[in-house]
């Protein structure tokens, strides 16, 4: 199980330790900065190391790198997914995961990963049962605990810890009884040269955010559940329901939480909101070449594109870029060779382009390689699978809640290749 | 003191007095002796503040051990928190101060009181984390009433608590019957109680692989069934991996197992939905194909992979291993989703090059188009390893669907002409494969290659592009410029180069013999006379003596027609698929390696039950040699001799399959195949995957290769007597028309306790022979005559002497390859002659060979796992008694049988002359003619031909 975890910023510092068997010494890590060293990149650097009588996983997330030490044969990914889950809960604690919120909050941090982990199994890893045992930090509570000597730990036992439903505490009042469902979902697509789909699918989540009194036994059914044939639920929901009458029926953790996440991929389905036009091209022997893109709306079910961006890794030799853009501005760092062009929203009328001329490096090779396009953008108010929630009752409360359900469209790994 | 303290810590952090960074200020002198102070402080809010600067110091690696007095008086609180930090303190320096620990463990015993489950429940959490030999006998009853305690957290606590103590005592837990109160906790009625106890017992079992902690019946599976719908997402994948251990009794069984299983797939928790793949997977083999469930079953396992795409990269990389296994156990299942392993430029690179290797897998004729576009794309990207790597994916993807080979090949050509280096040197090396297995099709692209022969640095294109220059020097009308050009600069390029070009120039000389005479003789004499290479100088002399004896000869062996290469030349051997088919989702899926191979400490539950191991995974002496670097480009270690011949065959240039001298009948496949894997390979100069083409070489070894593979059949086929050790019957050893009418034929034979070579000698010439004399090579086990040979008469024509030669063990001693290989010179009054055989093994099996029982299970103890090497004895039809008296024969000591489930173990040692004992394990199902040896030594390389020795003895 998982034996020692390090936390690693980006410059190689080990700024947090901890051990949940016998103490193994930090040096385990100078495997782990070898790995990096060699992977050049901090993203390429392989989650699973092997030394000589270690395994050291890691995973890569806001900039930390948290190293787990392990000693026997354990899952990977059991390792990786409750590491994910460490940087979430302080996330989750501090607002944000960084080096400086953990160094801050870092007696809450031994708390959190002591409660988090027993001898290396997973104890209590539920953010509502973590927060009935570890307060998290307010600016209020730490004036009021320092004034009047009270703690931040919680000396009941948690009532979901054991039941069978645990991930939801007990005893929650709220005034206002609301329940919002966002449904969100990401286009991956890979867009060839002459502007054909090479790959593309939806990749989309249900995000909740219940605030319910009580034990609020809720059913959220669809007008199209058909959609849904690839699904990851939240352990709240009951199988056989879903299984037999393609209805969600749940009785939720208190808070945010993701219900579900789902994927559509027959490509049939997956629209392409936009399209770009491209022309990048470099002159054989001479130092500079061409730019111009120019990007439009394409099947946009009627509604607005808006918060376009898009962002190109040039090619190593290019030295600067001298582009004028027809809308929102543009970037161009030098140093990473990296793009940047904020357009904001697509009007038909007028499409947004940037031209211009690019700036070699004088004696280098023409580049071979064609950079390709990142492109990200929004569409309010569209799921662009078309999954459309129906209604959601609630049983087990007499009260009336809120509701509310809102869907947005957003592009994940949109590539388009020139 | 304290006053000091604080104006210090707010001038460093003004702003952060909320926050715990104060507790950060650095470690001046006397700040321990603050620390002090504070500790002993009357008031509980400066107590607590103190310990949380402890704690934080802590948890950077400062040393705050000295304090330990101090916070340990501050443990007797009813505050939760103080306490919470005093036991994390605690945990962290106890062992330092074992002593002082000791004044802990009464609070201890009084928290497990309590009434407050909480601290019961952290008592017992605590109390096991601190590793001090002198307390954890006082936790024991403490312990035991947790155990059995009213509050399910008290006992799901505790059961982990008994992992915990195991770990530091595992005789303890043992005497004080913990493990049968944790395997009861598996029919808890509470779901999470049941998963701890099973990832107590799981954990306990790596440790302890003779115990059958996790026997499983139908009961208990269902218990963890119904728990694993109950229990959290962790407690699931202890379960889901506990199953996949089970063995259903009939398919229905495994049939209501995994309709039980299947929700898991969607569960949020990649973890889970990886383990309950494991158990679908291994279940599945079960389920017959007819079967509607079977078909169902295939297609919800498809969206759940692909699911697991979509999730941070480090989980891809996980999910890409182990679909990569799917893929090749059953292609089926993800056959439809190519798309989804399209690269994207911004995947880490270790995604991008596994996903590339399960596109190549995927790759059909239906595909393919989409396929060869995408590794296009991917060829003119930006990443060096990864551009290589599409090159190659696109040649393998020729050779396995031969209706794209054309597509591909324009491809390459497409390629070559962007005349970036790397990627023109990569397209020749798989251009050259595709030339192998589509002889004589694509040969209009030679002339562009040769274009390129200038831009070549590395030893593999070079090599490879020579390679194609002799192969089709007939065509290349300057193919002797060509080759003429690397030979000035001979000396300097790698053994690679060097041995390749001395076989192209070979061949372009038997094309071409009236214009290449001078370069033929210039690169021979540079091979045999200037290289101190040992397998350039035999190659060189192998054609030297060849092309001077018998060109027509020389023709046919060198310029003869070659073996096709196969289409999947990376796949994993089946037998370790299926092993790693029920590892799926373990660290042995992310290696492709069986846990035994290298984790320390491993489980060996699966697949043997031995006598009890136990002690910590942490032994520090052990030698490691586990794999190191990147997996992704690793080959898996232990690739059984099949895989590695295949492997082989794509880069080595092998001739046709050797025609040695008549070999004797019973073929006995094993044998014959065993022999190429180990034994051709080192004949053929060490040949791995760096190693060059070895040309022609077989049939010129003929001689000593074909002894060799005779005297194994004959091993392997032959009556042996059973008086002694085994002894084969002989076998022709020095065939006569090479040794100019001497023919030798010869075997070994032990008894009691001397060694020796007995041997035929027949004069086949027309004239008389004498003055016979015998010399060894040095050898790995140091073999050597122990005295001349005696041949008293001189022999006369047609005339057959049998002599028998003593040997001793010791000669001087070089590791050979393989391993049971002898050199041996004969002289006689006409020449010198040498030939080379392979000895069985088990003339050297000691007769003092019979361990000790106790010093059997130390030494089987003390040997890393990694030495362990296991191997199938097939179609043997004795019972237990039989196998052990025959083996008893040959020194081969049974020293304990033991009966489990209906198996018979026999565990066996043998001692070698140079004292290397070997451990052996044989598992002997009555009915079942297919033995498991296992066999564990110090020296590893020796398994192989201890089990060969295994093989013979037990078939004859």
Known sequence: MIHSLFLINCSGDIFLEKHWKSVVSQSVCDYFFEAQEKAADVENVPPVISTPHHYLISIYRDKLFFVSVIQTEVPPLFVIEFLHRVADTFQDYFGECSEAAIKDNVVIVYELLEEMLDNGFPLATESNILKELIKPPTILRSVVNSITGSSNVGDTLPTGQLSNIPWRRAGVKYTNNEAYFDVIEEIDAIIDKSGSTVFAEIQGVIDACIKLSGMPDLSLSFMNPRLLDDVSFHPCIRFKRWESERVLSFIPPDGNFRLISYRVSSQNLVAIPVYVKHNISFKENSSCGRFDITIGPKQNMGKTVEGITVTVHMPKVVLNMNLTPTQGSYTFDPVTKVLTWDIGKITPQKLPSLKGLVNLQSGAPKPEENPSLNIQFKIQQLAISGLKVNRLDMYGEKYKPFKGVKYITKAGKFQVRT | ?956
């Open chain 2, 1 to 956: 003191m304290m006053s000091k303290l604080r104006p210090q810590s707010s001038a460093t952090n003004p702003g952060t007095n909320m926050t715990d960074s104060k507790y950060f200020t650095t470690t001046k002198k006397g700040e321990i002796f603050e620390l002090k102070a504070e500790l002993n402080s009357d008031k509980k809010e400066k107590k607590k503040e103190a310990v949380k600067k402890v704690i934080a110091s802590m948890t950077v690696g400062k040393d705050v051990s000295a304090l330990f007095p101090d916070v340990v008086n501050c443990m007797q609180t009813d505050n939760l928190e103080l306490k919470k930090l005093v036991y994390l303190y605690l945990m962290n320096y106890a062992k330092s101060q074992p002593d002082m620990a000791i004044m802990a463990v009464n609070t201890f015993v009084k928290d497990c009181e309590d009434p407050n489950p909480l601290i019961r429940a952290l008592a017992v959490r605590t109390m096991g984390c601190i590793r001090v030999d002198k307390i954890t006998e006082y936790l024991c009853e403490p312990l035991r009433k947790c155990l059995k305690d009213e509050d399910p957290y008290v006992r799901k606590t505790a059961a982990v608590c008994v992992a915990k103590l195991h770990d530091i005592n595992a005789q303890l837990v043992e005497d004080q019957g913990f493990l049968d109160t944790l395997k009861d906790l598996i029919s808890d009625s509470n779901p999470m109680v049941v998963a701890n106890a099973v990832a107590a017992l799981s954990e306990i079992a790596e440790s302890h692989p003779s115990s059958n902690l996790l026997d499983l019946n139908p009961q208990s599976i269902n218990k963890l069934l119904t728990a694993l719908n109950e229990c959290t997402e962790w407690g699931q994948i202890f379960i889901l991996d506990c199953l996949a251990n089970y063995m259903p009794k009939d398919d229905r069984e495994a049939q209501s197992i995994c309709e039980r299983v299947t929700p898991r797939l969607s569960h949020a928790n990649s973890a889970v939905v990886l383990s309950a793949v494991k158990v679908l997977m291994k279940f599945m083999e079960m389920l017959s194909k007819d079967l509607d469930y079977y078909s169902t079953l295939l297609k919800k396992l498809a969206p759940p992979l692909v699911t697991l795409l979509s999730a941070e990269p480090e989980l891809q990389y996980v999910a890409l291993r182990n679909i990569n296994l799917i893929v090749q156990k059953r292609p089926e299942i993800l056959k439809h989703e190519m798309k989804v392993f399209f690269v994207k430029y911004n995947d880490p690179i270790y995604v991008k090059l596994e996903k590339l290797d399960i596109m190549i897998r995927l790759a059909s004729q239906a595909n393919i188009a989409q396929v060869l576009a995408e590794l296009k794309e991917y060829a003119t990207e930006v990443d060096v390893d990864f551009v290589r790597k599409a090159v190659r994916a696109i040649g393998r993807c020729a050779i396995k669907v031969e209706q794209s080979a054309e597509r591909c090949v324009s491809t390459l050509l497409d390629l070559i002409q962007t005349k970036v280096n790397y990627v023109v040197q990569e397209a020749i090396v798989v251009i050259k494969d595709i030339f192998r297995k589509y002889p004589n099709k694509y040969e209009s692209v030679i002339a562009t290659l040769c274009e390129n022969l200038d831009s070549l640095d590395e030893p593999e294109a070079r090599a490879a592009m020579i390679w194609i220059v002799g192969e089709y020097a007939e065509r290349i009308d300057n193919a002797d410029e060509l080759l003429e050009s690397f030979l000035e600069g001979f000396h300097d390029e790698s053994t690679q180069v060097q041995l390749q070009l001395l076989t192209a120039i070979v061949k372009l000389f038997l094309k071409k013999p009236t214009e290449t005479q001078e370069l033929v003789q210039q690169v021979l004499s540079l091979a045999t006379q200037d290289s101190d290479n040992p397998d350039l100088r035999d190659r060189g002399y192998i054609y030297w003596r060849l092309l001077s004896t018998d060109p027509v000869a020389a023709k046919e062996v060198v310029l003869a027609e070659k073996p096709l290469i196969s289409e999947e030349t990376d796949l994993i051997e089946p037998t370790l698929l299926d092993e790693l088919i029920c590892y799926i989702g373990t660290l042995a899926s992310v290696y492709h390696k069986p846990p035994s191979a290298f984790v320390e400490g491993s489980r060996g539950v699966v697949h043997k039950s031995l006598p009890p191991r136990t002690g910590s995974s942490e032994s520090a002496e052990s030698p490691e040699t586990a794999p190191t670097g990147a997996p992704p480009s690793e080959q898996p270690a232990v690739i059984p001799a099949q895989g590695d011949l295949l492997g082989d065959l794509l880069n080595l240039d092998l001739g046709p399959p050797v025609s040695g001298p008549p070999l004797t009948t019973a073929p006995v496949q094993m044998g014959a195949v065993d022999l190429l894997g180990g034994g051709l390979d080192s004949l053929m100069g060490g040949a791995n995957f760096a190693a060059p083409p070895a040309g022609t070489m077989p049939a010129n070894l003929g001689a000593p290769l074909g002894g060799g593979l005779g005297d194994l059949f004959d091993l392997a086929g032959g009556v042996g007597t059973l008086s002694g050790s085994y002894v084969a019957p002989k076998a022709v050893w020095l065939p006569a028309m090479k040794a100019k009418g001497l023919e030798i034929s010869g075997t070994f034979s032990r008894q009691v306790g001397s060694i020796s070579m007995d041997l035929l000698l027949t004069n086949k010439a027309l004239q008389v022979m004498s003055d016979f004399a015998i010399q060894f090579n040095r050898n790995s086990f140091g073999l050597a005559p122990a005295a001349p040979l005696q041949v008293h008469a001189p022999l006369s024509p047609n005339q057959t002497v049998e002599i028998s030669l003593p040997l001793n063990t010791v000669g001087s001693v070089m590791k050979m390859d393989p391993l049971n290989n002898l050199q041996v010179a004969v002289k006689n009054n006409i020449d010198v002659f040498y030939f080379s055989t392979l000895y069985p093994l088990h003339i050297l099996f000691v007769e003092d060979g019979k361990m000790e029982r106790q010093m059997f299970l130390a030494t089987w103890k003390d040997i890393p796992n990694e030495n362990e090497a296991q191997f199938q004895i097939k179609d043997c039809p004795l019972n237990a008694e039989a196998v052990s008296s025959k083996l008893q024969g040959s020194n081969i000591f049974t020293i304990a049988k033991r009966n489990v489930e209906g198996q018979d173990m026999l565990y066996q040692s043998l001692k070698l002359t140079n004292g290397i004992w070997v451990l052996a394990e044989l598992r002997v199902q009555p009915g079942n003619p297919t033995f498991t040896l296992s066999l564990k030594c110090r020296a590893p390389e020796v398994s192989q031909h201890v089990y060969q020795a295994y093989e013979t003895i037990l078939k004859n």
